[in-house]
């Protein structure tokens, strides 16, 4: 089950199809926000349909600045430990993407049990690679067209070594 996460800034909890398609169907059908991601949503009503599909099986979090304001985003932890993102645009370049998806490898870690994580992203995707990068994902040689980014827990003391996005509670 899901649980809400919450950062210094953000508000992370469950996504809800329902809820949220009208504030992520913008993001999902706007050519640039998709580009890396796939195909623009068609209408609200596939919105709502591509929102359940990712979170069947699997842990995905709508990120907001306040409980009520506008979604702003979602991060994905998939089954074996697969991250997914995606902001909306207008949050581009705030440092949001960086610190939800660090909050949700913290969780992972520290509450999941999960030994590593990691994320495939295009090679052209310049932003994505460097959020990875950012929180702490190092590429895995022999990557491709689409990058293998990942990140494990340090073995020796059981706990993550890189800097954390501290979770705070909601």
Do not use: Q
């Not at 169907?25 to 580009?35: E, G, K, Q």
């Not at 994580?117 to 932003?127: F, I, L």
């Not at 827990?153 to 509670?169: E, H, L, P, Q, Y």
């Amino acid at each position: 089950m899901t649980i809400a996460l919450c950062t210094k800034r953000l508000w992370l909890e469950p996504v809800d199809p329902v809820r949220d398609a009208g504030d992520l169907h913008n993001a999902l059908t706007d050519p640039d926000v998709v580009r890396f991601w796939g195909a623009p949503s068609r209408d609200l009503g596939h919105t709502v349909e591509r929102l359940r599909a990712m979170r069947d099986g699997n842990d995905y979090w709508v990120l907001r600045e306040s409980p009520d304001s506008p979604a702003a985003g979602f991060v994905g932890l998939m089954r074996g430990g697969g991250l997914d993102w995606l902001l909306v645009r207008r949050v581009w370049g705030r440092g949001f993407g960086t610190e939800a998806v660090g909050a949700v490898i913290e969780h992972g870690f520290r509450h999941l049990g999960l030994s590593r994580v990691e994320a495939r992203v295009d090679r052209d995707n310049g932003r994505s690679l460097a959020l990875a990068r950012r929180v702490g994902l190092t590429e895995r040689p022999g990557s491709g067209t689409r990058v293998v980014l990942v990140r494990s827990r340090a073995a020796k003391t059981g706990t993550d070594s890189r800097r954390r996005t501290m979770i705070v509670r909601c």
